[in-house]
């Protein structure tokens, strides 16, 4: 990949202040074609290594191709053998970077993503990204070095217990023994990242396992006992469903970020056709089921749209697949959903009926799952037993109408967020990916861009971690070189992390980074607005009045393309702008109004029946038609 030169950024900077041209179109940009899949495996000789070298020989093997990472004392043999290796590593410019970028990867891509990090500090900076892979059940797999076994348990420099720290937030973790148990922890480690519900597996090796001498040999045997996911459903639970989805009244499909990491999203669309079922997708699994199509009523939940909020909560039959009834859609658990039979389909057991009984339970792959459910809706049409949904989607439709999504343009004549994500969204198109932080610039995301196709929207869901955008975007680039990505952060969260854009500039990944800069934690500030008689205690980042940061000579300084954008006439020509530029990353700094509100809203811990519209307007909702 090309890096670029001082002469080029210069040369990228003027001709992106000097376009004016419309963006390109959508049709002509890279299509985002991303699947889940494992990597292909291959089979080297055996061979006389260290430990090290049987590490790096490993992730050949594996079919990995990138590492994002940074050395240090424990890890620094693995980095000898890497040297020589055709997996490309990454010189992040700090570990929580390699866990987001190794996540941004996976989640773009569908494999497994892979981050490393020497001991002590290394390995606990990965910890925040592996809590966030583990949330959203993304398959990472982060291998950290260890000080020599003599020394574990002696307080010795620079170590921390990576594995007793990581075991809560890790589908597994393994601490090496032994040079030649290294070939299968490795491959037991992406087995388990990739396979059943997917998750982050933590390596964690000592220094001197890593110099010892040893055979490598490959393939390895798998050695996991009692790891059998469950990915055929059963099938008496399967027509049981279907006979509920043939004879309610006002079904709901609730989709969540498993049907993606299924791949199942082919199989979601005929079976949501087939039933006539309005589909709801969670924050995760957005683009799962096209925004533009009839019967998506939108995003759940405390930001979701009034339409997808009370079709779950006046519901009398909820089909959840890879969903697991989280707060944020839910609200109030006791008052969700009073009058709907649950059916719940989760590769993972222990989802269900975790937060709400499901009525029919079925433990499968979400794709086994949906493409069951297809045949046994088919006998059941068959028989002449379907559904009637004129009354429930005349209701639906009735709620669309008249509380679509929007917003009001700022009466101070600031820049509207909302307007400007708007139309990010229109010039990138539809192949795009767009990579969220935390906060109100991820809702805006959410509700202001279509997502039609899978894959094309990463965020942290469940975790909720600012710094997400910059180093998952990057991840995200590298494992879709020839895809547009586009990082949507605000002023706080792209603090967090920006450093990972001077390895973007150094790399040669020319991600482009929208900054939406309201000079406010923003989604903190709403919420003092909201529930603390607009106390604003803390939450002036200074962005705004003193310019601190200037996000254009900081960007420019990583290494990028710095632009600014501070009103709604220079919005379409800045984006078209950044979108000429493939040969650098790109800042936008766009100055946005700091009063900006996402709604609608379910405020916390309050039940979906109160949900609001706007600031001050409840929907006008007849229970009596339900």
Known sequence: M?????????????RARAATAPAPDAEAAARVTATPAAPAVRSPAPAQVSGAGSLVRSLEALGVDVVFGIPGGAILPAYDPL??????????????????AATGYAQATGRVGVCMATSGPGATNLVTPIADAYMDSVPVVAITGQVARPAIGTDAFQEADIQGITLPITKHNFLVQSADEIPQVLAEAFHL?????????????????????TTFTWPPTL????????????????????????????????????????????????????TNI????????????????????????????????YGLQKADLIVALGARFDDRVTGRLESFAPDAAVVHADIDPAEIGKNRHADVPIVGDARHVIDELIAAVEVERAAGRTADLADWWTQLDDLRKRYPLGYEEPADGTLSPQYVIKRLGEIAGR????????????????????????????????????????????????????????????????????????????????VKIAVINNGNLGMVRQWQTLFYGERYSNTD????????????????????????????????KTIAAAMEINDAPVVIDFVVGKDAMVWPMVAAGTSNDEIMFARGVRPVFDEDEI
Not at 2 to 14: I, K, N, V, W
Not at 195 to 210: A, C, E, S
Not at 280 to 306: K, N
């Open 193 to 213: 990242a990739s396979t059943g519900r997917p998750g982050p597996v933590l390596v964690d090796i000592p220094k001197d396992v890593l110099q010892a001498a």
């Open 278 to 309: 309005p589909v709801v997708t969670t924050l995760m699994a957005l683009g799962a089921f096209p925004d533009s199509h009839p019967q998506h009523l939108g995003m759940p939940g405390m930001h979701g749209t009034v339409a997808a909020v």
């Open 83 to 100: 040297y020589d290796s055709t997996v490309r590593h990454i010189l992040v410019r700090h570990e929580q970077g390699a866990g987001h």
């Open 431 to 510: 192949d795009a990916v767009y990579v969220a932080g935390v906060g109100q610039h991820q809702m805006w995301a959410s509700q202001f861009i279509s997502y039609e196709k899978p894959y094309t929207w990463l965020n942290s869901g469940g975790l909720g971690t600012m710094g997400y955008a910059v180093p998952a975007a990057m991840g995200a680039k590298v494992g879709k070189p020839d895809t547009v990505v586009w990082g949507i952060d605000g002023d706080g969260c792209f603090q967090m992390t920006n450093q990972e854009l001077a390895t973007c500039a150094l790399e040669g990944i020319p």
């Open 541 to 572: 980042l200074g962005t705004h009045k003193h310019r601190i940061p200037d996000f254009v000579k900081l960007a420019e300084a990583l290494g990028c393309v710095g632009l600014r954008c501070e009103n709604a006439a220079d919005v379409d």
């Open 2 to 14: 090309t890096r670029p030169t001082p002469e080029t950024l210069a040369h990228s900077a003027r």
């Open 223 to 274: 050695d996991l006992p009692g790891y059998r996911p469950t990915l055929h459903p059963h099938g008496k639970q399967i027509r049981e469903a279907a006979r509920l989805m043939s004879s309610s009244r006002r079904p709901v499909l609730y989709v969540g970020g498993g049907v993606l990491k299924a791949g199942a999203t082919d199989g979601l669309r005929r079976l949501a056709e087939l």
